[in-house]
């Protein structure tokens, strides 16, 4: 059975909105066509995008209106090269595509599933580097004690679910004392929006994640403008600045990876460190003392 017809419209919107986009962030001098005349919007027509896909307008126009179910790899490859797509954009168009063919059957529905137990122990013997598991809407599943003292503020926010368990996008857009706690807000918030985007395009079909995407948007603003932008995000890693209540401003480095398990529940694992004998070091360890003398949370059992 095909996805239902508000599944199917949704996704070709999804579609349309990052070919548009991509296509508008282009100008016919940044890959190398002549330009004729003034053009009432910025970027590329869709004719130019065709000429360098090697496709036909018609065609093309047809995939930019969302109809990309049977397109084959290697036209998708040549469409990315033509916009310019980075390596998480190609990943996302192709997962675009992936969601659009058809399946038999009602497609199963990915289940929140606990991590194994040993995930948590390993988190637990990282002492001196806070770390946790995220799922697949951007809320930390486990941790340990260092990952819970650095985000002791948005655990303790009222955007936490009925487990405990913190959720970043909720945090950023719905908690008003996440503007002083992340210092380069705004920057964090727009790879939230974008690991969000992706993580819709891998499944388009995960109720809880749209109901999510449904509420930031209806409450927030600012939710509603970076979404529309269609900004995409797969590799997280970079540099995270906190401004923590009890130690200061800490400027930390971060990798998140993926962390296979069984079944269709996604996970990654990801890791803050700081520079050996940097100030940021000295807040950890402080952070850590500070932790020790705290309860574990009951919802971090699995």
Request: hydrophobic share 40%; glycine share 8%; net charge positive.
């Amino acid at each position: 059975m095909a996805p239902s017809s508000g599944d199917d419209t949704g996704h070709r919107s999804d579609i349309r909105g990052f070919l548009a986009s991509r296509r508008a962030r282009l100008s016919p001098e940044q890959v190398g066509l002549p330009t004729s005349g003034r053009r009432r919007v910025p970027g590329l027509r869709r004719e130019e995008v065709a000429v360098l896909a090697g496709v036909s307008t018609e065609w093309y126009t047809r995939l930019e209106k969302g109809h990309i179910n049977g397109v084959s790899e290697d036209v998708l490859d040549a469409v990315g090269r033509a916009l310019r797509l980075d390596e998480d954009e190609r990943a996302y168009l192709f997962d675009l595509a992936r969601a659009a063919r058809p399946t038999r059957g009602t497609p199963p529905r990915r289940k929140d599933a606990d991590v194994p137990p040993s995930v948590q122990w390993m988190l637990d013997g990282m002492t001196m580097a806070p770390a946790f598991v995220r799922g697949g809407r951007m809320e930390i599943v486990v941790s340990n004690p260092l990952c819970r003292a650095l985000y002791a503020p948005m655990f303790a926010s009222a955007t936490s679910d009925e487990r405990g368990r913190a959720s970043f996008p909720r945090y950023f857009f719905l908690d008003p004392g996440s503007r002083d706690f992340f210092v380069d807000w705004e920057a964090g918030a727009r790879i939230s929006v974008a690991l969000l985007r992706a993580a819709a395009g891998r499944d388009p079909r995960d109720r809880a994640l749209r109901e999510l995407i449904g509420e930031l948007s209806t409450l927030s603003p600012e939710f509603r403008t970076m979404w529309a932008q269609h900004d995409v995000r797969v590799h997280h890693h970079g540099v995270k600045r906190l401004r923590h209540p009890e130690v200061g401003v800490v400027e930390l480095t971060y990798r998140s990876m993926n962390l296979p398990e069984s079944g269709r529940a996604v996970h990654d694992l990801t890791v803050y460190t700081a520079a050996p004998g940097s100030p940021a070091e000295d807040r950890l360890r402080l952070l850590a003392s500070w932790a020790a003398t705290r309860p574990a949370p009951a919802t971090e059992s699995t």
